[in-house]
Structure formats: structure tokens, C-alpha cells
């Protein structure tokens, strides 16, 4: 398959086939991401996407999962995403999930009526990077929407019918503003009220944005247990309904998977135990972690 540049897709997308249809990150501005800074945004035109799609036939026509990519592919007009989605429910006969990335602004920018169309013809999951709850962190790092714009983009999904994941960073306002960090975006996970949650530990490249603060000392990284802290006070306050919660990315020191509210009790007290006696043995090296 060819791609432009490097390609990204969420962790339980990795045994599904990948489809470039956009290149690069419309939005492309968060402090802390260098995922498509070496690319320009555009979408890919009905010829190249249908002969993606021709290749990845030829490849696996009995493939059952498909993820769009790049960052915001959900920002492609919908009639040629229903178009893109009536062709792979055509040529994969055995296709049964289709995912895609969505940034806030481009959920926002879609009708109700549109999403659930999406819906309609196939679409299945949603990857919305919520990242943080709190106003502040928001908008220094440059997402580009409200505390309460990403809430809104979360229920427009969940409205629609389409099963939504989201997604937060550990980490994300650094030492000064980590229980706030915690404690807002619980708020806002829980007004969500997604299917999935991940959370991930903030790790850095060199030329991010956000790592200059590091250097200057206007931000300080938290350690492997204030990270954990952070994550327990998340935790501790979210409010969902039936939400299966993972925190298995490489980035994270300490491996979790659980099904919430109902794993909740057993999920703090092994954070508790691990944060309590400061074992080390049970966190995962930093030289393991990566992006």
C-alpha cells in the first residue's frame, strides 16, 4: 500500500487495513503532536482513493476492518465519504467495521443529519482526541475548540449512532496544573459519556512545540507516579455509563484495561497499591515507552 508520509492509527486498529484517503492534519496546530507537521493537508482525489481502494482489494478482499486515515479524514465532504463507504461494503464482502479519525472542529462542522447518513452507509467508529478538560490547557496547546465544543462534538457523535472513543493525555498541563487537568476532564468524559476511553502518557519529540517549555522551565513533565496520581484522580471522578477503558498504549507506564464504572474499585486499588509502595518493578521502563 502506498502512503504519504508516516501513518498513524489508533491502537485497536492494528489489525485493520489502512486507507489514506486525506494526507496530514487540518487542525495540525496542538503543541504537543509533530504526528503531521512534515505534511500539508489535503484530501485525495475520487481517483487515487479508488485506486487505494483497487490495491487493498487486491491485497485482502477478505479484510473485516478498515480504518480512514489521516488525522482528520472525517473532514472529507459526505458525499464522497458515503461514495468511499459504499465501496468498501462492495468490494470487502466480509467488512464488518469501518473507523475513522475525527477532530472536534470537523464533528462540529457536520450536521446531525450528515453523521448519522455516515452511519447509515457503514461507518462504525469515531476517534475523537479529547486530550483535556480544562479551558486553560486547552488553549495552550492549541486544539482549537472550548472545553464545551468538545463535549458537544462527543454527543453529536454519540447522537448519531456511531460508537465513539476518546482519547486523553496524561500529563497534559504538567506539574502546575495537573489536578485540575484531572479533574475538568473527568467532567468532560463524563458528559461525553463515550463507549471507549483511552488514556495515554504525555511523551514528547524533540521539535514539539510544547518540549521548548520543557527546556525553558515554564513546564514541568510529571514522574512516572504523579502520572499515576494524575490518572486515579481521572478515575476517581468519571462518570460513564458503560465505558470500556484502556490505558495499554505504549506511552504508558503502567498497563491497564478495565470496563467502567463496574472494574472501578479493583482499577484504584491497583494504582493505589502501585503508587503507595512506589514499585518500580511494576512500571514499564522508559527505554519500552515510546509513541
Request: hydrophobic share 40%.
Amino acid at each position: 500500500m502506498f502512503y504519504e508520509g508516516k501513518i498513524f492509527r489508533p491502537p485497536s486498529e492494528a489489525k485493520s487495513i489502512i486507507l489514506q484517503i486525506t494526507v496530514g492534519c487540518r487542525h495540525n496546530a496542538c503543541t504537543f503532536c509533530t504526528m503531521y507537521k512534515d505534511k500539508s493537508f489535503r484530501i485525495k482525489s475520487r481517483t487515487e482513493i479508488h485506486e487505494i481502494i483497487a490495491i487493498a482489494q487486491a491485497q485482502d478482499s477478505d479484510a473485516e476492518r478498515i480504518f480512514l486515515a489521516d488525522g482528520d479524514a472525517i473532514a472529507v465532504d459526505n458525499s464522497l465519504l458515503i461514495e468511499i463507504l459504499d465501496q468498501l461494503y462492495k468490494k470487502f464482502p466480509r467488512l464488518k467495521r469501518v473507523g475513522i479519525y475525527g477532530g472536534p472542529k470537523d464533528i462540529l462542522a457536520k450536521s446531525p443529519e450528515e453523521l448519522a447518513e455516515l452511519k447509515t452507509h457503514g461507518l462504525t467508529i469515531v476517534y475523537l482526541g479529547v486530550e483535556s478538560g480544562n479551558e486553560g490547557i486547552l488553549s495552550s496547546v492549541c486544539k482549537g475548540v472550548t472545553a464545551l465544543e468538545m463535549i458537544e462534538a462527543g454527543q453529536k457523535v454519540k447522537s448519531s449512532g456511531l460508537t465513539l472513543s476518546c482519547t486523553v493525555i496524561i500529563g497534559l498541563g504538567g506539574k502546575a496544573h495537573s489536578h485540575e487537568h484531572a479533574t475538568d476532564t473527568a467532567q468532560v468524559i463524563s458528559k461525553i459519556d463515550p463507549e471507549y476511553l483511552g488514556a495515554l502518557t504525555l511523551m514528547l519529540e524533540p521539535e514539539a512545540p510544547l518540549t521548548k517549555a520543557i527546556k525553558n522551565g515554564s513546564f514541568q513533565i510529571l514522574t512516572p507516579f504523579e502520572s499515576l496520581s494524575e490518572l486515579r484522580t481521572l478515575l476517581s471522578e468519571l462518570k460513564v455509563s458503560n465505558c470500556v477503558f484502556r490505558s495499554n498504549h505504549a506511552s504508558n507506564y503502567l498497563p491497564l484495561r478495565a470496563t467502567l464504572p463496574q472494574d472501578r474499585n479493583a482499577l484504584l486499588q491497583t494504582l493505589d497499591s502501585v503508587i503507595d509502595n512506589q514499585t518500580l518493578e511494576r512500571l514499564r521502563p522508559d527505554y519500552w515507552r515510546g509513541l
